[in-house]
């Protein structure tokens, strides 16, 4: 299965460098960054952030892993130790139903902002969330916007994990935007690309760790859900920066080699990733890992954004750790503008 899956990507890319020639273009690349509108940055500027996330990120995260390995008592980290609790506990509960998890989000937002907990209340005065898991669902979560209201729906897939914590004030982000523009003339401006929506979203899921207590009452957990969110936070870069360098190289070189793509995803994600793992006796598996990013098959070149706007929501988050109700204001009115 996997060799069909390379053979299929081998075409895949084929045909996209075919695309791009017709279109004018040097290569796919080129193509794509036209694509997608990216008249404000360029490739050199997107190569220059891979090599600063090494710089700066990927030290921090030897560092996470290190103390890992530490509080696992380990002489090495294998792959499958990068993902349990090192201390063993079990996973964080912070609720139990659809219904819990909605308010305690709404006292979140309200004690941020009235405004912001008043959006949740439209929604839920309106039907517009189907938030539980249950037999049957489509999986995924994600906020709707409805442009005629002007009032979104958010669907997901809640259990009573922190990741659901988390997916719920991100889409409450998402919501917040979709509000703040519902008044725009146009509606092509209610729908910004993604380096700006997700923004909002990440903006929201760090502004409001100051107030998580509402699902942790437990100090001990409380510090636990903030440090392991803001480990992924950190996280998120280098497999960002992964991703995306290898994307570049693949559309720079599209007559490449299956052995040659496996060698040089294998150098990329050594370069950002796992850096003290041993991966000894599992290294034939190594370079099919990329095949778990959907985004390489369908969205191509996209996935960049999502390293932009975590920077620009730490950004936000530095401002409003310095003066929140300020921070705050300033979120508003620039999400306001589209
Ligand atoms: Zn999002």
Redesign the pocket.
Same mark, same amino acid.
């Given at each position: 299965l996997v060799a069909q899956l390379h053979q299929l990507f081998t075409e895949l890319v084929q045909l996209r460098h075919q695309v791009a020639l017709n279109a004018g273009f040097a290569n796919f690349r080129d193509y794509m960054f036209a694509a997608l509108g990216r008249f404000d940055y360029t490739p050199e500027d997107t190569f220059n952030f891979h090599a600063a996330i090494r710089a700066t990120v990927v030290p921090l995260i030897d560092e996470f892993d290190d103390a890992r390995r530490r509080a696992l008592a380990l002489s090495t980290l294998r792959p499958w130790d990068l993902d349990v609790d090192p201390s063993g506990k079990p996973p964080l509960r912070p609720f139990q139903t659809g219904e819990e998890l909605l308010e305690k989000t709404i006292t979140v937002f309200q004690r941020l902002d009235p405004f912001l907990g008043q959006c949740l209340t439209t929604m839920r005065q309106m039907g517009h969330l189907d938030l539980e898991s249950r037999k049957g669902k489509a999986p995924g979560g994600y906020n709707y916007p409805l442009d005629e209201t002007g009032v979104p729906f958010i669907f997901m897939n809640a259990t009573s994990s922190l990741r659901d914590v988390v997916t719920m004030l991100? /889409?409450g982000g998402?919501a917040v935007h979709s509000f703040l523009t519902r008044r725009l003339p146009l509606s092509a401006d209610k729908h910004p690309p993604s380096e700006v929506? /997700?923004l909002a979203?990440m903006s929201m899921e760090l502004m409001s760790m100051d107030h998580w207590d509402v699902f942790f009452s437990d100090p001990a957990e409380l510090r636990r859900a903030k440090k392991t969110h803001l480990e992924g936070v950190l996280e998120t870069f280098p497999w960002v920066a992964t991703i995306d360098k290898f994307q570049h190289w693949i559309y720079e070189n599209p007559d490449h080699t299956e052995a040659q793509r496996h060698q040089r995803w294998t150098q990329i994600f050594q370069e950002f990733n796992q850096r003290s793992v041993s991966w000894s006796g599992l290294e034939k598996f190594r370079p099919y890992l990329w095949q778990k990013q959907l985004h390489l098959y369908e969205v191509p070149f996209y996935y960049i954004e999502y390293a932009l706007a975590q920077l620009g929501a730490i950004a936000v988050w530095r401002n409003f750790r310095q003066d929140p109700a300020a921070a705050l204001a300033g979120y508003q009115q620039a999400l306001a503008l589209g």
């Open positions: 991100h /889409e998402h929506a /997700e979203s």
